[in-house]
């Protein structure tokens, strides 16, 4: 089984829909991540959280809400999806304690507003 | 904040032949700068990864160099082989900070 685990993998919805993509991970980390990746952007952060009480706005939050609802679990929301928020999205973790600063990645959650 | 431009966008290259991608970085007070390998359909992965206090880190095929005066690093691939090919992202920041800029990629395609 995959150490960090999204889901869904591929979603397409409505504009104005509500969105949630899942994040669960296996690793033990502290950190956890959500970026974006568009063609010719390269990776984009959205948000990022130390731990369950904590919650960070990255490069690119604007129309982006997250939950860490435990330590294993952070979800990215999109309150009312908008078709500019066609993307891949990644969810990362990284360890804190003795970490190397390595991201690992999910495989990633395809997202298409029409 | 950080900004990292990365060049080539696409790489085309023979099978056997070296590749090389280049990076820049703008804030000076980085002091990390990984590289990680995108094959299609899976997250990004590690594959190596170099700290300012060096400036050249090999790992078998693959290596990197840094100047941090010019405030640019590059990624080396020696006898290239199918298998390399993939997306290559760059990345800058500050050591185990969570504010980490990516580059926007290079496809290396590598014929047999």
């Known amino acids: 089984d995959a150490d960090v685990t999204q889901t869904p993998r591929n979603r397409i919805t409505k504009t104005g829909k509500r969105i949630m993509l899942e994040c669960s991970q296996t690793?033990?980390?502290?950190?956890m991540y959500w970026y974006r990746q568009d063609p010719g952007l390269g990776l984009r952060l959205i948000y990022y959280?130390?731990?369950?009480?904590?919650?960070n706005k990255g490069e690119i939050s604007d129309g982006y809400s997250v939950s860490r609802q435990a330590q294993a679990k952070f979800s990215l929301s999109l309150e009312s999806a908008i078709p500019n928020q066609t993307a891949l999205y990644f969810c990362?973790?990284?360890?804190?304690?003795?970490?190397?600063?390595?991201?690992?990645f999910g495989e990633g959650s395809r997202l298409t507003v029409l | 904040g950080e900004n990292v431009e990365q060049h080539p966008s696409t790489l085309s290259v023979q099978e056997g032949d070296s590749a090389v991608i280049k990076c820049t970085y703008s804030?000076?007070?980085?002091?990390?700068f990984p590289w990680y390998k995108q094959e299609l359909g899976k997250g990004p992965q590690l594959i190596i990864d170099?700290?300012?206090?060096?400036g050249e880190k090999k790992d078998q095929r693959i290596a990197v160099t840094l100047n941090k005066t010019a405030k640019h690093f590059s990624l080396h691939i020696t006898e290239t082989q199918p298998e390399d090919s993939a997306v290559y992202f760059c990345?800058?920041?500050?050591?185990?900070?969570?504010?980490?800029?990516f580059g926007a990629g290079t496809r290396l395609t590598v014929k047999p």
């Open positions: 959280s130390f731990d369950v009480k904590d919650i």
């Open positions: 804030d000076s007070a980085s002091n990390y």
């Open positions: 690793k033990g980390h502290d950190r």
């Open positions: 170099i700290r300012s206090n060096v």
């Open positions: 990362a973790t990284s360890d804190l304690a003795g970490g190397t600063g390595e991201l690992f």
């Open positions: 990345a800058a920041s500050i050591y185990n900070n969570n504010d980490m800029r």
